[in-house]
T-cell receptor, first 111, second 116 residues
């Protein structure tokens, strides 16, 4: 089954404790992205990757890092999480210009 | 820069009513792609439709229909005979041909509530 998987689905952590949200897709897509969704703000792109070892900032990259060492994986790293990073996070992948497939979402709470 | 505006923040209807969700976009590209996604209360994002800028034909899929008008830069979505299961947040999105690194830009969404 074609899918994007994310883990964990729910995470509660404390300020400053490094965390990684994993993302994996099985569709051989070149393009992968991370979004955060906040009430009233819609979906905003954090980082994207056009292919292996090619990543770039989206609209709200501050406080986040990513890597793309393999085509299927695109982890999101929060080196020192802060409460303003409490949000719902989505990983996505697509073949350029085609529909974008989303993971199920990760609900992160930073205390 | 590309932009998507969904002016309706929330819409509430009674079951069986028809409802139209508006989407207006801005782009400088002549080649672009428009999408609609649905986010039900369970939270996942579900793809509904993709339309490219060269295809202005309206599309109908069951109770859903889409009206793409380049002259007004709009890509509106109509649900006919709405049902409670249609209650969700609906997002319109735009992807330019290549100038913006293929980013998919989303509107802020319209929360549709269908009451029994």
């Amino acid at each position: 089954e074609a899918q994007v998987t994310q883990n964990p689905r729910y995470l509660i952590t404390v300020t400053g404790k490094k965390l990684t949200v994993t993302c994996s897709q099985n569709m051989n897509h070149e393009y992968m992205s991370w979004y955060r969704q906040d009430p009233g703000l819609g979906l905003r792109q954090i980082y994207y990757s056009m292919n292996v070892e090619v990543t770039d900032k989206g609209d709200v990259p501050e406080g986040y890092k990513v890597s793309r060492k393999e085509k299927r994986n695109f982890p999101l790293i929060l080196e020192s999480p802060s409460p303003n990073q409490t949000s719902l996070y989505f990983c996505a992948s697509r073949k350029v210009h085609n529909e974008q497939f989303f993971g199920p979402g990760t609900r992160l709470t930073v205390l | 820069a590309q932009k998507v505006t969904q002016a309706q923040t929330e819409i509430s209807v009674v079951e069986k009513e028809d409802v139209t969700l508006d989407c207006v976009y801005e782009t400088r590209d002549t080649t672009y792609y428009l999408f609609w996604y649905k986010q039900p209360p369970s939270g996942e994002l579900v793809f509904l439709i993709r339309r490219n800028s060269f295809d202005e034909q309206n599309e109908i899929s069951g109770r859903y229909s889409w009206n793409f008008q380049k002259s007004t830069s709009s890509f509106n979505f109509t649900i006919t005979a709405s049902q409670v299961v249609d209650s969700a947040v609906y997002f319109c999105a735009l992807s330019e041909g290549g100038g913006s690194n293929y980013k998919l830009t989303f509107g802020k969404g319209t929360l549709l509530t269908v009451n029994p």
